[in-house]
């Protein structure tokens, strides 16, 4: 892994966006096979550089672009279509692109900002649709035990005196709302205040107290073609159970999971 590291860090100034992402592809790839832990912990020294999160803002750019062009010349026709595809499913910023493509929602919300990457690309499709605003809940240098007991130290999103979201451009920003604190206070009266719901993505504090609140709080929220949208789902079975609870059979890709507010909505 460390040579390879070492390869990414030199090709920053040598070689080209698409060979530094093959690189960093395979730094990824190393990372994938270890246990999920060891991977989370491993990325999060990695993202203390400085270095490293520059290849990752230029990775995310290019790994954007190719959604872009994939997503218009194959249009999803269904959610389902989005979490098969392999293309899109391989990570959830880019199930987040397509989703946002399809669905054109004019109000989303998300907790669990970090380094921005699916704000930025949910912004991007937001901004290719022409509408929409998408709210997001941060609480930066969050610290929590997993249901594993597991600590979650997540302050390697915010090295560098960095707000969250620093990966998200200035060109996108007048759709964006950040709002900074813990999602368990926040998040309740940001729904009230907005009414109503088109997507919701949860990724932030990955316990099962803190998922099925935020699911529950969502819910009611959603409007009839909304979704409700949730990454690492593995982490335990919250998403399942809140599932279970509403009645709605779930649409699970990899560490991603979606729930549809109605069965019966056109677009899904
Ligand atoms: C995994 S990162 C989010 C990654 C991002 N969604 C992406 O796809 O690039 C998790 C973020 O959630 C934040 N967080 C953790 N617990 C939180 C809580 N209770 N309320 C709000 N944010 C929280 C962390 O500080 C961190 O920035």
């Known amino acids: 892994m ?3 590291l070492l390869i990414a860090l030199r090709d920053i100034g040598m070689r080209s966006v698409t060979s530094t992402v093959q690189s960093w592809h395979a730094t990824f790839r190393a990372f994938k096979q270890q246990p999920y832990v060891y991977s989370y912990r491993a990325n999060m020294m990695l993202l203390r550089s400085s270095v490293i999160r520059r290849v990752v803002k230029r990775y995310a750019r290019h790994l954007l672009q190719r959604t872009q062009t994939f997503v218009e010349t194959f249009p999803a026709q269904s959610i389902q279509d989005i979490v098969t595809q392999p293309q899109l499913s ?15 929602p ?4 998300e907790t669990g900002v970090g380094l921005g990457t699916s704000s930025f690309f949910m912004l ?15 609480k930066p240098y969050a610290e929590y035990h997993s249901d594993a007991g597991i600590l979650i130290n997540e302050s390697a999103y915010c090295a560098h005196g960095d707000q969250p979201g620093m990966l998200v451009p200035p060109e996108l920003r007048d759709r964006w709302r950040l709002v900074l604190g813990n999602s368990h206070a926040l998040l309740p009266r940001l729904c009230e205040r907005l009414g109503g719901l088109d997507l919701f993505f949860h990724d932030s504090e990955h316990t099962y107290r803190n998922m099925v609140q935020e699911y529950t709080v969502v819910w009611p929220h959603l409007r009839a073609c909304g979704v409700l949208a949730s990454h690492d789902v593995e982490w335990n079975t919250a998403f399942q159970d809140f599932a279970d609870t509403v009645m709605r059979l779930p649409i699970v890709s990899r560490n991603v999971g979606l729930i549809r507010a109605s069965e019966l909505a056109r677009i899904n």
């Open 2 to 4: 460390n040579v390879r």
């Open 90 to 104: 391989k990570y959830h910023f880019t199930q987040l692109y397509a989703l946002c493509r399809l669905l054109r």
């Open 106 to 109: 004019r109000v989303v919300v």
């Open 124 to 138: 991007q499709a937001l901004e290719d649709n022409g509408v929409g605003t998408l709210y997001s809940i941060d």
